[in-house]
T-cell receptor
């Protein structure tokens, strides 16, 4: 079964606006990661947040993690048309390094 | 260049045939993964390997087989037992620790004809 579930499934915004995507998961984790996928391509790693961290920044990306609620959010500020892609959260936990993904959020940024 | 390479990019299979998808990495990563992606389903884990000569079933292993004879290579065979093999297949590699990210290949799109 898939560990993470992203919300919303699809998001459409105008260039310059902020985009927020959420991820919920079910079991304890060591870290949570966010990836981006352009249509028909492989995934690209964006950011990793450890289970003992609450917030992390990387450029226009801001990730938060609430382990008590088993949830994370990805904020993309000042969005650009080039940010149009699917975004996935992935969780890693337990003794085996099993990396499991959610179904993703399709973000469309309109110019 | 360091990276992870999947081949072929497109693959067509007749019903009842086995096919093997190639995945090679030169990143010196211990862990390798195979995922299947269907529209609206996200990525589902087929098999993963943390070390040479060892691999574990993921969530949807039925109808698939793998081998890990070399650190660099993790081929996936889609057998005739897989009833609905048409999908986009993604291979990834990582350090195998809880700190590392995964690096993905560009995928193989398999179509049953």
């Amino acid at each position: 079964s898939q560990q993470g579930e992203e919300d919303p499934q699809a998001l459409s915004i105008q260039e310059g606006e902020n985009a927020t995507m959420n991820c919920s998961y079910k079991t304890s984790i060591n870290n949570l990661q966010w990836y981006r996928q352009n249509s028909g391509r492989g995934l690209v790693h964006l950011i990793l947040i450890r289970s003992n961290e609450r917030e992390k920044h990387s450029g226009r990306l801001r990730v938060t993690l609430d382990t008590s609620k088993k949830s994370s959010s990805l904020l993309i500020t000042a969005s650009r048309a080039a940010d149009t892609a699917s975004y996935f959260c992935a969780t890693a936990g337990g003794s085996n390094y099993k990396l499991t993904f959610g179904k993703g959020t399709l973000l469309t940024v309109n110019p | 260049d360091g990276g992870i390479t999947q081949s072929p990019k497109y693959l067509f299979r007749k019903e009842g045939q086995n096919v093997t998808l190639s995945c090679e990495q030169n990143l010196n990563h211990d862990a390798m993964y195979w995922y299947r992606q269907d529209p609206g389903q996200g990525l589902r884990l087929i098999y993963y390997s943390q070390i040479v000569n060892d691999f574990q079933k993921g969530d949807i292993a039925e109808g698939y087989s793998v081998s890990r004879e070399k650190k660099e290579s993790f081929p996936l065979t889609v057998t005739s037992a897989q009833k609905n093999p048409t999908a986009f297949y993604l291979c990834a590699s990582g350090t195998g620790s809880h700190e590392g990210e995964a690096f993905f290949g560009q995928g193989t799109r398999l179509t049953v004809v």
